[in-house]
């Protein structure tokens, strides 16, 4: 037997240990690349299907003459409480957007509780009824539920998992796939609220003025696009990982490329004077209540329009467009006129926010 | 002012503590009387509408010209391994029998991880591998899912959410509130494997024959009793708190008794072996393959026979009827001749079965 024969059959029967990937980091979380290595190497060899792979925020199924949409994001934001929010209300809004994002309108959900043991009782029934009035909000109704302890030290006060189901209401099909070379990519509103709100009580900042997260229920100015009649691509809600990584996902899944004007996404100055004590870039920080739409360029104005005139995208604005080449990259013009590849991160710059 | 009305106002204003009742306990988790107790003062109060009230294993909805089951279950049991399975096959089965429980053919699956910092990716290869054989031995699809990384030491391994979407294939409601008096009680075979199968790991027991877990998917017996034509009224899986409980649940939602005959329980000599040694009774122990149905007694021959056809359900046996009074009981009579009420348990026997 030749030696290549040979270390083909070892490599069979026992894989060389691949010290990167042999254990779980925190990164693997946090919505850049190691997430995605994760996902390519683990999850999708394991599960390979079409809604699978369609890498969406939620998959769409046929059901009898209806189209579903069906989504579910685990919630292990730290802390619970946090200016503007707490983990009960973001677990309600982050499954709504996922199902929004999917063209849907959020009808249901379920929620399965993790609890460690001591938590205190008054905790829990303060997210349970933030939950309450964040579905009122989203107009969905919690059907189902469920609820586990693990002893004290196994757990964190409290996770919460949501799966949502929504009906699509739109005839296309959004997601990467239908993006189009022209496309106008525009975003819902200002950025990097919530990452800022919460690693400001996580550091104990303060700053001039409080910063809040922009947690909110984004199916009212997706519905709002529909109802204008603007041809959506695409919709992409911009948490982990930020515009940044949301932009190189849909850039590398369609084989596409962005351009994105720096100087025409709007940050607030408290965020963006936040960000630069941190050390935060705001493209790459997460927003619960912000969403991405790519959209043919001769109705981006219209559709500017439309959003603004909803309170929870007032500050809509076009921030750059889809071309051909080079493939599957994003490209920056910043704002003192350079250009540069904003890449997706590794990890994450802040571990456990949503 | 008097006395009274000033108290009142304080309850209104500040609600005295409540010291049984001010922080989670594991007991909270357990399927007993404190997780009763939990839902119906923290949960139900928020989020009271049909579909949760309804109080089964998952919501009934109408979607267009569907009626679909929607479920959910997070698990997290210790060990991640054990004998006969582990937490990923665990949290397949566990989900597409709440949908089989509705009368629900499952459809598709959605998966959330919470992968603690450090777990060796070893495991959660092992753990995804399995749930891709169980989807496959249930015939759902797992369509979405998500991923969250906790620090070390703020999780423990690996906790899984799976939700479950199904569509009901009955055209009667199942549930509760269709249980009759004169319905018999079946169960879909023995007891007491799941439970005692995870407590001889976590004990280091050995037995003379080793226990597996009974975990298993149950569409494929509750689809043979509606092909039969059974007229089946309800179905519960003999999960957490195990056959006690959910009878009692049952008796408690629909102000009934039920009356079960010990003898005719089937336990496998080992577990009830087992069980003796461990201080635990194979009614309160968690299975995860079997089930309860309550069905016509004049059907229930004909029930049992279908159930004995397949090899999930071949120790099917009838144990028990439904009576008028005393409303809310269940009563045993034991193997020795006499009766005594089977309570539910306030706590659980074994935390963390699931």
């Known amino acids: 037997m030749a030696d290549d024969d040979r270390s083909n059959l070892l490599n069979l029967a026992c894989p060389l240990p691949q010290p990167s990937d042999d254990r779980i980091q925190l990164a693997h979380g946090g919505g850049g690349r190691l997430m995605h290595q994760l996902l390519e190497r683990v999850f999708l060899p394991a599960f390979s299907n079409a809604a699978l792979n369609a890498r969406h925020d939620g998959a769409v199924l046929r059901v009898g003459e209806s189209r579903l949409a069906f989504t579910t994001?685990?919630?292990v934001v730290r802390p619970l409480f946090f200016p503007g929010g707490n983990i009960g209300d973001l677990a309600v809004y982050g499954t709504v957007n996922d199902l929004a994002m999917c063209g849907a309108?959020?009808?249901?959900?379920?929620?399965?509780?993790?609890?460690?043991?001591?938590?205190?009782?008054?905790?829990?029934?303060?997210?349970?009824?933030?939950?309450?009035?964040?579905?009122?909000?989203?107009?969905?109704?919690?059907v189902t539920g469920d609820t586990k302890v693990v002893d004290k030290g196994k757990g964190d006060g409290i996770f919460i998992n949501t799966?949502?189901?929504?009906?699509?209401?739109?005839?296309?099909?959004?997601?990467?796939?239908?993006?189009?070379?022209g496309d106008a990519i525009i975003i819902s509103g200002d950025l990097g609220a919530h990452g800022v709100a919460i690693l400001s009580v996580r550091e104990g900042l303060e700053f001039e003025a409080p910063v809040v997260t922009d947690a909110a229920p984004l199916w009212e100015p997706v519905e709002a696009l529909f109802r204008a009649g603007i041809e959506v691509h695409c919709l992409r809600d911009l948490t982990r990982g930020g515009l940044a990584s949301a932009l190189n996902e849909i850039a590398s899944t369609r084989g596409l490329s962005m351009r994105v004007e720096e100087a025409r996404v709007p940050v607030s100055e408290v965020v963006q004077g936040a960000c630069e004590i941190l050390g935060l870039d705001p493209l790459y920080v997460a927003n619960?209540?912000?969403?991405?739409?790519?959209?043919?360029?001769?109705?981006?104005?219209?559709?500017?329009?439309?959003?603004?005139?909803?309170?929870?995208?007032?500050?809509?604005?076009?921030?750059?467009?889809v071309t051909s080449d080079p493939e599957g990259i994003v490209i920056l013009r910043s704002r003192i006129g350079g250009s540069r590849v904003l890449d997706m991160l590794s990890g994450e710059q802040l571990p456990r926010i949503c």
Chains 1, 2 share one sequence.
């Open 105 to 142: 309108r959020p009808l249901y959900l379920s929620a399965g509780f993790i609890l460690e043991e001591g938590l205190p009782m008054e905790s829990l029934r303060r997210v349970v009824g933030s939950m309450r009035s964040a579905a009122g909000r989203a107009g969905v109704t919690l």
């Open 163 to 181: 799966s949502g189901i929504g009906v699509v209401e739109t005839g296309t099909e959004l997601g990467p796939a239908a993006v189009e070379p």
């Open 288 to 321: 619960e209540g912000r969403f991405a739409a790519f959209v043919p360029a001769a109705q981006a104005e219209q559709a500017i329009e439309v959003l603004r005139a909803l309170s929870v995208s007032a500050l809509a604005a076009r921030i750059g467009e």
């Open 73 to 75: 994001d685990s919630y």
